[in-house]
């Protein structure tokens, strides 16, 4: 099965690598659409998530989408595109229309990370106060104090 | 001795012990402090909770609603800018005087009626059908989205039970021949409610519908609207509004008790020939455990929903009511009354 | 087909002047923590529009400042009520990374945990579809009755709600004297309570009137919308985490997982009630089959102290190595997945090779369900909406994490 | 699974179910500050510090997920103690769980109030008190709890 997917996905001519329980497919921003539609056709027909990991040393967000299955045959595996954008302008095609569920997911990547969905309805502050200003809190530049071990007394 | 012996006598005289001592003003009061705690007394015994204990820890709490009230009379009462501050303040008084009032056409024992008229039975359901206005005008007064909605709902659920309410109950004048509540259950050698069970059933609903009691408190809808036409009121005002279910609802079980439940029957003769009102113990006993199981339904049901109950109200209870008036025709012709 | 799905359904509609938005939340005595903009035209529902975030406390931002072990307490408190479940997805991923394997004796007590916190988290969430209804009675019962099973797991953990019971390698506590007595007389007191349960609820006409035929999910939506959990399994798709075979020993134990044809809120309420029954089923066969062993994996137990392994047995309370205080997690990432007492929790842990993690990402299931909020009220009534609410089971902290 | 129609006989047991529980209630209460649980013998609570076990590792204070426990180095003094706040302390258990000579070590008291949010704080000498629950103090009725077939949890004095 799994390496049906694999094959079906090689064939359309994307790089799709087999890591277990997820099988990866590395993509251009450009071809993202095509791809997602692909894998509704494979079966995958939700999403479980959508992530933006943030790559500073590389200057890029990449962006990773976990497509899910409730099919018995596909149920232990998730198919995972991985979008790389450039980090001081991360924009990215609206999949909402692929996946429905993709509706509060990018918004929260949106809010979350700064990636801009271009064509999604209703980019609004979805868990952040809705006048938050300052970098997205999950990129790296967002610093969290943290305090030590130890303390000095007198 | 002259003006202590007339105080006494027109403090004892049906006219004035009526509506301020039994069943009115001050049993009234009484009621409304114990039959909150009965309430929640009863749902917590269901609820494997123990309910109000530490106010009189004796009597397991049997003073809270004492306690209750207390606060809401040292409570600040706020009147928010934005109201319509006549209808605001006015509302929730008129209210309860409107719920109050209906007591003085209650007969109480064998010729101690206190406003004694012909149409005692009209009089005192018509008094009650004030009531629903003046939430509307709370709601409308309050001026708050919330209040609007539960307005709209008591609009509606007046519909739903109103017409019920009076056709059940004349099917039961039709069925003693008299519109007076006295004569009612003079009539009464069957009880009403083994007479005709349609009209009892159909009364009994409406009635919990009217009071606003589980399963029919739509229009306080507290998961939806807060509390409905209610919640702007803080202080007194929302003890007020609080309270003019349970008023109504005792009301409407005294009806209940002398239409359907032969009334002060038996009368205790002894305790009526030391004063006649004493002799209402019966009828009091009769309302308050009927009271007491509308209360206990708050452990069983949920709520339903507006458009379901005016379906009861429309679909299952009008039609009760009306059976209920051919049954009593029926009966009449029989000729079993 | 999804073209139509989005734009029919799931935006939100600002509506004209005819129409009336009600605000339920965030200090509202139904709602929670979060806040709908409801818009009514008449009674009946235009658009809702869930506003979350109201207690959104960036969970995955503070689990890359700590070391990897020390966010299990904190990613609990995502869902309080099933803490168990929400950390096993996170411990799962770790155990991925580390490439440890949880001796047989803790698999089976995770997953005795696991179900003893899904029962707990069904009452809850049962309690509050009752409350939604004003049925007050459900309410303090449901949440009387989780007392019991919040007993049991406190015998177990130490701790009522918060157990941070797995860690990578295993469990930190064996099972206590006397608990499979305990856990039998548990088991047999909710089957007969549950008896009283349909009684004067689930069959109570008043409440089948208000749950039956409201909320209606069709299969192939909650399939598309990527619904989770009862939700999902009240439309009829038979989906489960347990059955990925990823964590537990669900494979090894002989469970059904209930599905419903309905997949209207009464469908979603009455399965819930299922599936605390095949949960007591699960939990029976767990204490039936429990292998002796150790708890946690030797890689760890090595490295405590010979003195403090003796203890840790005699009292069955694991010692942690010295170790867990500085986890070096290698380079890699790891995906986990589990089902909660609401739904399939998605777990993406990646890492740099350092102590912290690189980045952590969960979806929740209360997150993932929350589109329901937009699809399934428009077109009912305005009282249709608590019911709905009540039937699916949302926690507003787990969405908003 | 196939759902029954409901009717007037679903009323009835729906009442008769009430008032079965209001004939014979199952209450779960506990009043207490009369009467006080005796907890599991597992039970997380506040936390002990034997001051003499401590070998000043610092692993409590280095695991603590929630920044609780800190390590107080006293000026001119090579070893640290550890010290806790209980304003963060989550009753975890992992500084306990990973002490390697059991200095620190878990009661069985949690219904400790504060008026104070200083008093929270317990540098390494506070951290050794020893700690009674402000129930049993007052001299609260001991009640253990038993499973029960019929009744779910009973509690039964001790």
């Known amino acids: 099965m799994t390496l049906d997917l694999v094959a079906a996905l090689r064939e359309k001519g994307f790089e799709a690598e087999d890591r277990g329980d997820v099988v990866t497919v590395r993509l251009e921003p450009g071809k993202l659409e095509e791809a997602a539609r692909l894998a509704v056709e494979l ?112 | 001795m002259g003006v202590v012996g007339m105080l006494i006598r027109i403090a004892l005289s049906p006219q004035f012990f009526g509506p301020i001592v039994f069943p009115g003003l001050l049993t009234v009061l009484v009621v409304l402090l ?265 452990s069983v049901y949920g709520r339903y929903r507006l458009d379901q109950a005016l379906r009861i109200g429309w679909r299952k209870l009008f039609p009760l009511s009306i059976i209920a008036v051919f049954f009593s025709i029926l009966l009449r012709v029989i000729g079993i009354v | 087909m999804s073209s139509s799905v989005v734009t029919r359904r799931l935006l939100a509609k600002e509506g004209d002047e005819s129409v009336y938005e009600v605000f339920i939340g965030p200090q509202h005595p139904a709602s929670g923590h979060m806040r709908f903009i409801v818009r009514l035209q008449g009674d009946v529902i235009v658009s809702v529009d869930p506003d979350i975030g109201w207690v959104h406390r960036t969970m995955e931002k503070l689990a890359e400042t700590k070391e990897s072990i020390k966010a299990i307490p904190l990613l609990e408190r995502m869902t309080i009520i099933d803490s168990q479940n929400v950390t096993i997805g996170y411990v799962r991923a770790l155990e991925k990374l580390l490439g440890v394997e949880p001796p047989p004796r803790a698999k089976y007590l995770r997953t005795l945990l696991s179900e003893i916190n899904r029962i707990a988290s069904h009452l809850y969430g049962m309690g509050l579809a009752g409350i939604f209804v004003n049925h007050s009675t459900m309410f303090m019962w449901c949440f009387g009755d989780r007392e019991v099973w919040i007993q049991l797991a406190e015998d177990l953990t130490g701790a009522r709600l918060t157990h941070s019971y797995s860690v990578p390698g295993g469990v930190r506590r064996d099972l206590p004297q006397g608990f499979k007595e305990k856990a039998l007389k548990a088991i047999r007191y909710m089957e007969k309570r549950l008896e009283d349960y349909y009684r004067i609820f689930f069959n109570n006409p008043q409440v089948r009137a208000r749950y039956e035929g409201v909320g209606v999910l069709k ?78 994996a030797e890689k760890y137990m090595r490295l405590v102290p010979p003195k403090l392994r003796e203890q840790a047995l005699k009292e069955g309370r694991i010692k942690f190595p010295g170790i867990f205080a500085n986890l070096k997690l290698p380079k890699g990432e790891a995906v986990a997945r589990a089902e909660m007492g609401h739904g399939e929790i998605f777990y993406h842990v990646i890492s740099d090779g350092t102590k912290k993690p690189y980045r952590v990402r969960v979806v929740t299931p209360a997150f993932r369900n929350v589109i329901l909020f937009r699809f399934l009220p428009p077109g009912h009534r305005f009282m249709d909406f608590p019911p709905i609410y009540g039937s699916l089971d949302y926690f507003p902290p787990e969405a908003d994490r | 699974m196939s759902r029954r129609k409901t009717g007037l006989k679903e009323h ?58 800190k390590m107080y180095r006293k000026k001119g003094e090579k070893k640290a103690r550890p010290g806790i706040n209980y304003q963060r302390c989550i009753f975890c258990g992992y500084c306990v769980d990973i002490c390697p000579t059991n200095a620190l070590s878990f009661t069985r008291v949690h219904d400790v109030a504060y008026e104070d949010r200083e008093e929270m704080l317990y540098p390494p000498e506070r951290f050794t008190q020893e700690w009674v629950s402000p129930a049993e103090k007052e001299g609260a009725k001991k009640l253990k709890v038993v499973f029960d077939e019929e009744r779910g949890l009973v509690h039964e004095p001790e």
């Open chain 1, 43 to 154: 079966g995958f027909d939700h999403l479980a998530s959508v992530e933006g990991v943030d790559w500073p040393q590389d200057g890029v967000i990449e962006v990773i989408y976990h497509a899910e299955s409730y099919e018995e045959e596909l149920r232990g595996k998730l198919l995972e595109l991985r979008v790389k954008v450039p980090r001081d302008d991360p924009r990215l095609p609206t999949l909402i229309e692929v996946w429905p569920n993709a509706l509060f997911l990018e918004r929260e990547t949106w809010d979350l990370m700064g990636v801009v969905f271009e064509g999604h309805p209703e980019l609004r502050r979805l868990l952040m106060p809705p006048d938050w200003e300052g970098p997205p809190p999950l990129r790296k530049d967002f610093k969290v104090k943290t305090e030590g071990v130890f303390v000095n007394v007198e």
């Open chain 2, 34 to 298: 114990s039959i909150i705690w009965v309430e929640r007394k009863i749902a917590a015994r269901v609820q494997m909770r123990v309910g109000p204990l530490y106010v009189l820890k004796p009597l397991g709490g049997a003073i809270q609603m004492l306690a209750d009230g207390l606060r809401f009379f040292f409570q600040e009462f706020i009147i928010p800018e934005s109201t319509d501050k006549l209808v605001f303040v006015a509302a929730p008084i008129v209210a309860m005087a409107f719920a109050i009032l209906p007591f003085a056409f209650i007969p109480v024992a064998p010729k101690f009626i206190p406003y004694s008229v012909p149409y005692s039975m009209p009089v005192f359901l018509g008094l009650n059908t004030v009531i629903p206005l003046t939430i509307l005008a709370m709601a409308w007064g309050s001026n708050n989205k919330f209040s609007i909605q539960g307005g709209i709902r008591e609009a509606y659920m007046t519909m739903a039970y109103e017409a019920v309410l009076f056709i059940a109950a004349y099917a039961m004048a039709l069925l003693y021949g008299t519109l007076d509540f006295a004569e009612m259950v003079d009539a009464q050698g069957i009880p009403g409610i083994i007479l005709n069970p349609f009209s009892a059933a159909a009364f009994f609903v409406a009635m919990i519908m009217s009071a606003g009691k589980l399963p029919f408190d739509i229009v306080e809808g507290e998961q939806e609207i807060v509390a409905g036409p209610f919640t702007e009121y803080s202080g007194i005002a929302f003890g007020l509004t609080m309270g003019i279910g349970y008023v109504q609802l005792y009301g409407f079980t005294l009806a209940f008790t002398l239409m359907y439940l032969s009334g002060w029957n038996p009368v205790p003769a002894q305790l009526y020939s030391i004063y006649p009102a004493l002799g209402g113990i019966m009828l009091f006993v009769k309302a308050y455990l009927l009271l007491m199981f509308i209360v206990f339904l708050r």
């Open chain 3, 219 to 296: 299969k192939s939506d909650a399939k598309r919308l990527g619904i989770v959990g009862p939700n999902l399994r009240a439309s009829g798709v038979k989906y489960d985490a347990r059955l990925l075979g990823d964590y537990g020993v669900y494979d090894e134990l002989d469970f059904e997982v209930p599905t419903m044809e309905e997949g209207d809120a009464m469908a979603r309420l009455l399965l819930r009630g299922e599936e605390i029954k095949q949960s007591m089923n699960i939990i029976r066969q767990v204490l039936d089959k429990i292998p002796d062993g150790p708890i946690m």
């Open chain 4, 12 to 69: 009835l047991e729906a009442i008769a179910t009430g008032i079965k529980y209001l004939v014979k209630p199952n209450r779960i209460t506990v009043y207490y500050p009369e009467e006080t649980i005796v907890l599991s013998e597992r039970y997380r609570g506040m936390i002990h510090y034997d001051w003499n076990k401590c070998i000043s590792c610092s692993l409590c204070a280095m695991i603590c997920p929630a920044d609780a426990m």
